[in-house]
Each structure stands twice: as C-alpha cells, then as structure tokens.
C-alpha cells in the first residue's frame, strides 16, 4: 500500500513539474516576442500545462473513488 502511495505523489510531482515547464514555455513571448516564440508558447506550454491537468485530475478523481467519496 504504501509503495502505490509513493507512485502516486511521484506522478504528482511529474504533474506539477510539467505545469511549471509549460507555464516557462508560455511566459516566452513576453521576454522575446517572435511568431517562432509565440507558436512554441502556444502549441507545447498550452499542451503541458492541459497535461498536468489532466494527470493530476486523474490521480485525484483515483484516490476519491478508492476512499468512496465519489
């Protein structure tokens, strides 16, 4: 049980450090604005960041059926 509960906060962390990533990738533009930037921006730090999302709703979604609250 408590091996499942290490694999969980370490795809957490993999979460959060894939939204820091992409919101690093979406702040670009701001300090060098060319369209190459801007695509890189919102093609690859908008998909990391909806990744995250999408994990770290997942894992969470996971846990609260597992303890019957959904």
């Known amino acids: 049980m408590n ?3 290490n ?3 370490m795809i ?3 979460a959060g450090i894939l939204n820091i990533l992409g ?3 979406i702040i670009i533009p701001v300090v060098e604005l ?4 801007l695509i890189i921006s919102a093609v690859f730090g908008g ?3 909806i990744l995250s ?3 770290y709703a997942a894992v969470v979604t996971r846990d609260l ?3 019957g609250i959904l």
Do not use: D, F, Q
């Not at 060319?34 to 930037?37: A, G, N």
């Open 23 to 25: 919101m690093i990738l």
């Open 65 to 67: 059926i597992k303890r």
């Open 12 to 14: 957490l962390i993999i």
């Open 3 to 5: 091996s499942k509960r």
């Open 47 to 49: 998909g990391l960041v």
């Open 53 to 55: 999302i999408a994990v």
């Open 7 to 9: 694999y969980y906060t």
């Open 34 to 37: 060319t369209p190459l930037t």
